[in-house]
Every structure is written in C-alpha cells, then in structure tokens.
C-alpha cells in the first residue's frame, strides 16, 4: 500500500540524510525555528541550479525572518560536491534521498529518461514550509521541473502567516 501524502497541519516525521560536509540533516521533526524544505530533482537539471542559486542569494532574507533553509535531493555526495564547487552555494544540503524518504514528503518520483541524464530514479521538485512544532504550513509539489513556487512571492506569505498565525489551508 502506497505512503499516503503529507497534509498541510500533519506532522513531517522527521526525515535524516547525510549532510554534505558531515554531520546529518533533518526534514520535518521538531526545531527551534520554522523551515523552509526544498527537494530539488539533482544535478542533471539546469532548473533546479537557477531555483537553488535565487535561494541562495535570498538565504539571509529567510533567515532574517526566522527560517531555517534545509535541501535535499536523491543525488549521491559527488554530484552534489561539484555542484556546490559550480554555484557556492551555502545552505545545507543533504544527499542520498531514498525512494521511502521521497514517499514520506508524498514528492512525485522520475525514472531517468537516458543514462547521460542520471543514474537513479529522482525526486521531483518540492517545497515545503514547517513550523517549528514539526506541523506542515504549505506544500508544494510538482510532477516536472518546470513548476515552481516564485520564492520572493512565498517569503512574503510566509511572513504573513508566521506574523499573524495563520492555520495552514487546504487541510479538507
């Protein structure tokens, strides 16, 4: 029987990858401050570089308004080590998402279409917010890599809703 898909106001169980530069990473689970997720597809996807360097420039923005930035993808430490060699990027990252750990963030999954694209079935994109309490504020997920949210857009309604406790919507 399939994993069913997080809901917004369910708890994300806590979810640990390794992190790139030791140490682990955690998605979902109780923390001090709210989070902001984002599963990207992997190296082979010039998309999720361009999504991933505007967060990057954006990172103090998030954490000035109390976000802590946690990355993930299916990739396997080298590729992301020369990823992160290319664009400098400097939010966690954790690698090596298996197939149960996409299936708990309900992200859509992609066997590759040539062997020069990857090596191993991926995640598709997706975004998540999560507060402190572990409790899902917004999910959004994609099916390809072209569907995103416009991060600028979401900071301000993350702010928003973190200043005026709003409830996540969408729950029925």
Same mark, same amino acid.
Request: net charge negative; glycine share 10%; charged share 25%.
């Given at each position: ?11 994300? !169980? !806590? ?5 790139? =530069? ?5 998605? =979902? ?34 954490? /000035? ?12 430490? +080298?590729?992301?080590?020369? /990823? ?14 298996? +197939? ?5 963030? =309900? ?16 995640? +598709? ?41 709003? !409830?996540?919507? =969408?729950?029925?």
């Amino acid at each position: 029987m399939p994993t069913p898909k997080p809901v917004a106001g369910s708890i994300l !169980p !806590p979810i640990n990858l390794p992190k790139m =530069g030791g140490g682990d990473i955690v998605i =979902g689970g109780v923390r001090e401050n709210w989070s902001l997720v984002v599963i990207y597809r992997g190296k082979h996807c010039s998309r999720c570089k361009k999504y991933l360097t505007i967060l990057n420039d954006m990172r103090q923005k998030w954490q /000035d308004a109390g976000f802590d930035i946690v990355v993930a993808s299916a990739d396997p430490v +080298e590729k992301v080590q020369a /990823d992160l060699n290319e664009f400098g990027w400097s939010f966690d990252i954790g690698y090596d998402l298996s +197939e149960q750990q996409m299936a708990t963030l =309900g992200v859509y999954v992609s066997d590759p279409l040539t062997e020069t694209e990857t090596d191993r079935r991926f995640a +598709e994109p997706g975004v998540f917010v999560v507060r402190p309490d572990g409790s899902i504020v917004l999910i959004s997920i994609s099916n390809g890599p072209s569907a995103r949210p416009e991060l600028e857009e979401l900071l301000d309604g993350m702010i928003f809703t973190k200043e005026k406790s709003r !409830p996540p919507r =969408g729950t029925a």
